[in-house]
């Protein structure tokens, strides 16, 4: 019997006969095992697919993302602190587990640790008595989730910090951590290590060996002994990584084996070279992309109206659940010690589209064949891509490179994504793969792509045909893949995006033509029986405009879409640089353009003529939005002048957390600012770069 065509389907009566030809046949030896393969707690662990991530602290109430280390711990008070309404947040989202900031980089601790003062211990919070970390454990085990223990290294408050002593600390509150709280399934080490920091009131840098100094050999094998099913994750594992940005995506090409000797937490050029995995990879280290439903990781009231929209969050799935990565998504907990509402309705919306994107699997029940089996054998058909069984696979016989499945649906069937898996216990194999479909007769090419590893996820137009091909076309030995799956995704009715140029034209912009979209100017909430848009229209002051996407077919609709737009900069310009064609990119309003200040240019700062005199009360920056973003500015003076020639300081400071979170800063000065000249001068570059790069600069007036 020739095992490349069978059907997902078998007739009752046929089944003894094909059972009866099999069992003549003896099965080939499985493949054998390439490069380095998953332990059995990270498959586990890769398997959970999305989770939670909680930051909160003493920063959720300083309205901070790195806090100094000198926060009075008596700011911590949160009067409706509900750890079961996280869980149960989290549940009802899909996720599988949460991950809480035990202590961040300010040094506070939300459990009372014996071995510091600075812990909700010397908060109001309970009269002193509370233990954060118990709750949310005690919820986690109510709600059936996962717990996991974020823990920095960085300590800014601790005064023994980048001395030995500080490690001996360190251990001991892990110890702490993971001696007291039950199971814990990921254990988070940040890769931000060293800077400037409170360090017990001596005010001071220091800096540390990232390589050495925490001796991480001997923490992770204490680590093993007390929480040994855990995964370890930091930049450079050893069980986990960080997929090199905090977008949440990962890569076209994601490879699960890493080059972890060469790598370690905080090393500057791991983004760049190593996040995405290598095919000669020595250790298996899978990515975790990590992202927060708003701009930052702490909670600012000020982004209430900015958690990300449903498209950006199935952006953000598709890119990485679907590019063979994890998902770690950031609630950032507010000061009432509750997930915040919005964030709740944009998670359950988000639960409910992923519901919706896999509700029906069309690939079973249909023929399905392969170019080549493995010795021709039941065990390896092309059948157990679509048995549901994830520990059966379909391979090829050793030596094949290329290799092919064929999904015949019988009749035109319209669907736009794809799922497949490979069977990783055997290791990551298939370099790269194609999508072809069957339309009247004729095979037509939709794409090619990269990796496959854990699961890849492609979202597809709207395609409609009577079959659809997989082709491995590249890879490091013979093919193994688990899982094929195929599914119509229904019409993404999702917030617009709503865009204005430096001319003052405002634009409403969404992918699919057949949904219909309706705003307001005035502070309104929207409704279809507001003003429809049709065209562009100009904005010159301060405004905000509030968009709902709806579907006429199905009366779904959006939630508002709110985009505030102060001042525009039709008569702006660079001064001493007017001529200049690139110097214009700062003040376009697009931030897909960048403007790139050389050591000179920094030193005297950027000018910007509004000209005319404003009343300011603070300003915008954004920083490179590209891919691998670069130029980064961390440390600034700002000024403002009447006249362009006598400046006030309107304001100097750090933009925390920006390299790894390059989102737009906003400033807000003391006291508003009366002027008509501003000069945005950088002071210190990240990853200590010689050219400073400007996506945008604006300003705020109310």
Known sequence: MNYTTIKTAIKPYSILLTLTIIGCSPAPPPPEAIGPTPTKKQ????????????????????????????????????????????????????????????????????????????????????????????????????????????????????????????????????????????DVFEVWFDGANGGDGYYGGANETRRVDKRSYYDWPTTIEMIREWQPNAIVWSDAGPDARWVGNEH?????????PLLKDEVYGGMPEYAKHYSMGQ??????????????????????????????????????????????????????VDNRGLVHEKDVAQLRKFKEQIDLDFAHNLALGNDIEASQVRGNHKNYA???????????????????????????????????RILVQEYIPLGQRVRSFSIEVEKDGEWKSIGSYGTIGYKRLLRLGEITASAVRLNIDGVKVSPLLSNLEVYHAPPLVEQPVVSRNKQGIVEIVADDSRVTYFYTTDGSVPTINSKRYTTSFEVHGPTHISVISHDPATQRKSEPKTVYFDRSKKDWKVKENETSTESIKAIDDDVRSVYILNKDEMGNGLIIDFGQQEQLTG????????????????????????????????????????????????????????????????????????????????????
């Open 43 to 182: 498959m586990a662990w890769q398997q959970m697919e999305y989770y939670g991530f909680i930051h909160f602290g003493l920063n959720t109430f300083a309205n901070m993302e790195w806090g100094y280390g000198d926060t009075p711990a008596s700011v911590f008070n949160p009067k409706e602190l509900d750890t079961r309404q996280w869980a149960q947040v989290a549940k009802e989202a899909g996720m599988k587990g949460i991950i809480i900031t035990a202590k961040h980089h300010d040094g506070f601790c939300l459990w009372p640790s014996k071995y510091t003062e600075y812990s909700i211990k010397n908060s109001p919070w309970k009269g002193g008595k509370g233990d954060v970390i118990r709750e949310l454990a005690d919820a986690c085990k109510e709600y059936d989730l996962k717990l996991g223990i974020y823990t920095s290294p960085w300590d800014r408050n601790h005064a023994d910090y980048g001395k030995p002593e500080y490690v001996d600390y360190f251990r001991k509150q892990l110890e702490e951590l993971l001696t007291q709280y039950g």
């Open 248 to 256: 949440g995506f990962a890569y076209d090409v994601t490879w699960s």
């Open 279 to 332: 095919e000669n990879g020595t250790h298996w280290v899978p990515a975790e992309a990590d992202v927060s439903i708003r701009p930052g990781w702490f909670y600012h009231q000020s982004e209430d109206d900015k958690v990300k929209s449903l498209g950006h969050l199935m952006d953000i799935y598709y890119k990485s659940v679907g590019q063979n990565a994890t998902l770690l998504l950031n609630l950032p």
């Open 382 to 416: 092309a059948i157990h891509l679509v048995d549901g069984d994830k520990e059966t696979y379909w391979a090829t016989d050793d030596g094949v490179e290329a290799a092919s499945v064929t999904l015949n649906f019988g009749s035109p069937t319209t669907f736009n």
């Open 619 to 702: 300003f915008t920056y954004t920083p490179d939005q590209g891919r691998n973003p670069s130029g980064i500015i961390t440390h600034y003076n700002f000024y403002v002048s009447e006249n362009g020639r006598s400046w006030n300081l309107a304001g100097t400071g750090e933009f925390s957390n920006i390299v790894n979170n390059p989102i737009q800063q906003r400033v807000t000065f003391d006291h508003p600012i009366k002027g008509r000249f501003i000069k945005f001068t950088p002071k210190k570059i990240g990853g200590n770069e010689t050219e400073a790069v400007v996506a945008e600069l604006g300003v705020i007036t109310k």
